[in-house]
């Protein structure tokens, strides 16, 4: 039976897998340097992923076979202290990999972002393979973790996984210092029934995808024969294609009156050198991927 330590946990894609494993009766340890909510459905213990000694004894007290790293700085707040993000992210990584080397661990999931990609990556329509130049930390990051995930696999056998995500959209979780998080905000807004001020300019088209599908995506990339994957690094995924002012007219549609003003921050530079596309078919060639939820299923979620 799997046996799941969570790192990260009380954040947007930690909440959801821990409902995920909870309705499946599957043993969970959910860590994080923040309190968790009364009503946590796992075990809990607090554990900054920085003290590797902590992690390790966590993992072999709970004897745990299966690893969800999820820890990160993200894009935007990354930009705030670079040097603390660098070290958060690939540190927390390279703890995750020695002690799942050391402890025998049978896979470990870790989220790559569509951040890894650039200017040079043909943004309209990004490949799985293109040329990289992330411009942000959180992008060198996710790119250097992939190239560690292959090498661990290749020099250890170390089973990683990865996805490269696009935003995700969630409404149960505050935004996490992301760049595609105008997408929540302005949702919520409109939840809300209050206006909205866009940190990115109006036709800023960016990949997104809804919480389920980010969630069933990992599920169905972790349960998969390694035999059948060809990529040790991380696989593209994606949902659907949006700007803000085409999400602003679809809320509208749905007769709901909100008002979004533009003023572009740092963040819509980040977004310059984000893909606008991108190409996940060898993930549908290699195990089966394919998003159940559209531009329209998703707000049918959120609304309704």
Same mark, same amino acid.
């Given at each position: 039976m799997e046996r799941i330590l969570i790192t990260g946990a009380l954040g947007q894609l930690g909440h959801e897998f821990i409902k995920y494993f909870n309705n499946k009766d599957i043993f969970v340890l959910a860590t994080d340097i923040k309190d968790p909510p009364k009503n946590?459905?796992?075990?809990?213990e607090f554990a900054d992923v920085l003290n590797k000694e902590r992690i390790d004894l966590l993992v072999k007290k709970y004897k745990i076979n299966t690893v969800y790293h999820l820890v990160a700085v993200l894009s935007a707040n990354g930009e705030k202290n670079p040097y603390n993000s660098w070290k958060v992210n690939m540190e927390s990584f390279q703890n995750i990999i020695e002690i799942s080397v050391n402890n025998k661990i049978?896979? =470990?999931f870790w989220p790559s972002s569509i951040a890894v990609f650039g200017t040079e990556s043909n943004l309209d329509f990004v490949s799985q393979n293109p040329a990289m130049n992330p411009e942000t930390?959180?992008? =060198?990051?996710?790119?250097?973790?992939?190239?560690?995930?292959?090498?661990?696999?290749?020099?250890?056998e170390l089973d990683i996984r990865s996805l490269r995500y696009?935003?995700?959209i969630s409404i149960d979780t505050l935004p996490g210092g992301g760049t595609t998080d105008y997408i929540i905000e302005m949702l919520n807004s409109a939840k809300n029934k209050s206006d909205y001020t866009c940190f990115l300019n109006k036709e800023t088209r960016l990949p997104m995808m809804y919480i389920d599908d980010a969630i069933e995506a990992a599920?169905?990339?972790?349960?998969?024969?390694?035999?059948?994957l060809t990529i040790s690094s991380s696989y593209n995924v994606?949902?659907?294609?949006i700007t803000p002012f085409e999400l602003a007219n679809e809320i509208k549609s749905r007769g709901i009156d909100i008002t979004v003003d533009y003023k572009p921050d740092f963040r819509q530079e980040i977004a310059n050198s984000w893909?606008?596309?991108?190409?996940?078919?060898?993930?549908?060639?290699?195990?089966g991927w394919s998003c159940n939820f559209s531009l329209k299923k998703t707000l049918d979620k959120v609304f309704n």
């Amino acid at each position: 039976m799997e046996r799941i330590l969570i790192t990260g946990a009380l954040g947007q894609l930690g909440h959801e897998f821990i409902k995920y494993f909870n309705n499946k009766d599957i043993f969970v340890l959910a860590t994080d340097i923040k309190d968790p909510p009364k009503n946590l459905p796992c075990l809990f213990e607090f554990a900054d992923v920085l003290n590797k000694e902590r992690i390790d004894l966590l993992v072999k007290k709970y004897k745990i076979n299966t690893v969800y790293h999820l820890v990160a700085v993200l894009s935007a707040n990354g930009e705030k202290n670079p040097y603390n993000s660098w070290k958060v992210n690939m540190e927390s990584f390279q703890n995750i990999i020695e002690i799942s080397v050391n402890n025998k661990i049978k896979k =470990v999931f870790w989220p790559s972002s569509i951040a890894v990609f650039g200017t040079e990556s043909n943004l309209d329509f990004v490949s799985q393979n293109p040329a990289m130049n992330p411009e942000t930390i959180y992008g =060198v990051s996710k790119l250097a973790g992939e190239k560690l995930a292959n090498y661990y696999f290749n020099r250890f056998e170390l089973d990683i996984r990865s996805l490269r995500y696009p935003g995700i959209i969630s409404i149960d979780t505050l935004p996490g210092g992301g760049t595609t998080d105008y997408i929540i905000e302005m949702l919520n807004s409109a939840k809300n029934k209050s206006d909205y001020t866009c940190f990115l300019n109006k036709e800023t088209r960016l990949p997104m995808m809804y919480i389920d599908d980010a969630i069933e995506a990992a599920i169905k990339l972790m349960s998969v024969d390694r035999k059948k994957l060809t990529i040790s690094s991380s696989y593209n995924v994606t949902g659907f294609s949006i700007t803000p002012f085409e999400l602003a007219n679809e809320i509208k549609s749905r007769g709901i009156d909100i008002t979004v003003d533009y003023k572009p921050d740092f963040r819509q530079e980040i977004a310059n050198s984000w893909p606008k596309d991108i190409d996940d078919s060898i993930s549908n060639k290699d195990w089966g991927w394919s998003c159940n939820f559209s531009l329209k299923k998703t707000l049918d979620k959120v609304f309704n």
